[in-house]
Structure formats: structure tokens, C-alpha cells
């Protein structure tokens, strides 16, 4: 029988990261820039995951180390081109884009033999694709939002793709209890990469972008261990991003109704481009029924 956590986990994490992602645009306005929200997104995160080492695994070897870093790595690059969408375009519309990721990870699981892809869960990984690209077809918005949130978006769901799935392949050698914080602590090491482009000191961020920051990374480090514990775990890696792509519905809905919480206004593209965004969004709810009937 089908554990109900394999279901509740990767919903909870779409509501969760379109709440992180709210917070960490707010974190990067009033020119406090990506580089620095990101460096303390990324340490918060760490920590985050640092208890699961106490939970155990399996022994120590140097290619479970290796396999562990490389999915950091790629983890890492997915990020940058996140924060660069989210940025420089919009959170409703860069959300539901990276919903692309799932088309991705389904021809992977299959390239590496990790996943049978049935029927319906081909179906649903197109459906998918099809409401990103109604999406990203809007006529009568900004267009330099649009394309920021559409390359950068595109690329990112790339690198999460690879990502989910060598974890997948990778995380039973080592067991999730040492794998994943080995891998979100290579991410944090590698964010100091990012300081050359520090347009301040860190110290120097104001303390409200300091909050959101902190308050962002929180959430964004909760969700992403609620989408690796279920891909570890319940080993259904193209089912979990389906349902995770439910965060194309909330990443509209939330900006349309409290995005003005956040001090975001990408509701005042008007009532159409909303309802042409919710209704790509409702296709990806459409696919996520499908991914279940199996």
C-alpha cells in the first residue's frame, strides 16, 4: 500500500516554497541584490539538515561522498538560475516554469533505469509541459520580466531534474541520514563562491532583508527536506515533482490575493494575465491526478 506521506510530503513542500520564494524576493529588494540572500539562504538551509546526520546510514566510502557532492553541486547551479528568475521576473510566472522540471526527471528516471514510466504517468509529465508553455505564450506582460523568468527557470528545472534523479540512484548507498547533509552543506561551502559579487558586506544588509532572509531560507530548507526525504525514500521521484508542481497553483493564488503582504505587485498585471496563469495552473492539477492513478 502506498504510504500517505509520499503524497502529503511533496504537497506540503509546493505550498512551503511558494511562501519561501515570496520572502526571499522581498529579502533582495531595495538593492541588497541575490548573492547575499542566497550565501544565508544556503547556510540556513545547511542547518537545517545537519540533525539528519545523527539519524545514521550506512558506512563511509569515498564514492558516497563523491556521488553526494556532484548532486550538491548541481543542486547549487539550479539555485542560481532560481534566484536569477525569481529576480529579475516573477514569482507566478518563474513558479509554474520550473514545472518543466518534471518532463525532465521522467525521461531521466527512465534513461537510468530508476523508474517505469506508465501511461498516465507519461500523460501527466506532458500536461505538465503544456501548461508551462501556456504559461510562458502571455502576450501583454513586461518583457523583460518574461524572459528572465522563462530562460533562467528552463535551466533551473534542468538542474533539478538531474539532481532528483541521481539522488535517487545515489541516496540508498550512503541512506538519507548522511547523504542529504553532506550534500546541502557542499551547497552552503560552495555559496561562498558568491561573495566576490557581494554588493556590500554581509553585515551590512539591512536588518528587514536580514529577517526575510533568514525567515525565507527557514522555510525554503523545510521544503526541500520534505521533497529529498520523499525521493529518497518512497523512490517515486517522477510522481513526487508532479505533485510538487502543485506550486504553480499556490504561487498564483498567493501573489494574487496577500502577494501585497510580501510588497509584491505582480497582481497589477490585471485580472487576465492572472486567470490565464491560474488556469496553466489548474492543467498542472490536472496532472497531478493522473501521476496518481497508477
Keep these: 500500500m502506498r ?13 512551503g516554497y511558494t511562501f519561501a520564494a515570496l520572502m526571499l524576493k522581498r529579502a533582495t529588494e531595495r538593492g541588497v541584490g541575490p548573492w547575499r540572500v542566497t550565501f544565508l539562504t544556503n547556510w540556513v538551509v545547511a542547518l537545517v539538515f545537519v540533525p539528519w546526520w545523527f539519524a545514521g546510514g550506512l558506512p563511509f566510502s569515498w564514492e558516497n561522498l563523491a556521488h553526494a557532492l556532484i548532486t550538491g553541486v548541481l543542486f547549487f547551479v539550479g539555485q542560481i538560475l532560481t534566484f536569477l528568475a525569481i529576480t529579475r521576473g516573477d514569482v507566478s510566472l518563474t513558479t509554474p516554469v520550473l514545472g518543466t522540471k518534471v518532463m525532465f526527471v521522467a525521461l531521466l528516471a527512465v534513461i537510468f533505469g530508476s523508474e517505469r514510466l506508465t501511461p498516465s504517468l507519461f500523460s501527466a509529465a506532458v500536461l505538465t509541459t503544456v501548461a508551462t508553455a501556456l504559461l510562458g ?21 534542468m538542474c533539478y531534474a538531474t ?15 548522511h547523504f542529504a547533509p ?5 551547497i552552503a561551502v560552495l555559496s561562498f563562491t558568491l561573495v566576490p559579487f557581494f554588493r556590500a558586506p554581509l553585515f551590512a544588509m539591512p536588518p528587514n532583508s ?17 521533497m529529498a526525504y520523499s525521493i529518497s525514500v518512497f523512490r517515486e521521484v517522477t510522481t513526487t515533482n508532479i505533485l510538487y508542481n502543485t506550486r504553480g497553483i499556490w ?19 490585471g485580472t487576465a494575465v492572472m486567470l490565464r496563469r491560474l488556469f496553466g495552473a489548474l492543467l498542472l492539477l490536472g496532472a497531478v491526478f493522473l501521476s496518481l492513478r497508477r
Design 251 to 269: 504561487s498564483v493564488l498567493i501573489v494574487w490575493t496577500i502577494g501585497h503582504w510580501f510588497a509584491n505587485t505582480e497582481r497589477d498585471h
Design 163 to 177: 539532481t532528483d534523479v541521481l539522488m535517487q540512484q545515489w541516496v540508498k548507498d550512503w541512506g538519507f541520514g
Design 182 to 186: 553532506v550534500m546541502f552543506l557542499s
Design 3 to 15: 504510504s500517505p506521506l509520499a503524497t502529503l510530503l511533496p504537497l506540503l513542500a509546493a505550498f
Design 210 to 226: 536580514l529577517r526575510w532572509s533568514l525567515a525565507g531560507g527557514a522555510t525554503l530548507g523545510l521544503q526541500a527536506m520534505g
Design 137 to 157: 505564450t502571455e502576450r501583454h506582460v513586461d518583457r523583460a520580466r518574461l524572459w528572465p523568468s522563462l530562460v533562467f527557470g528552463f535551466a533551473a528545472a
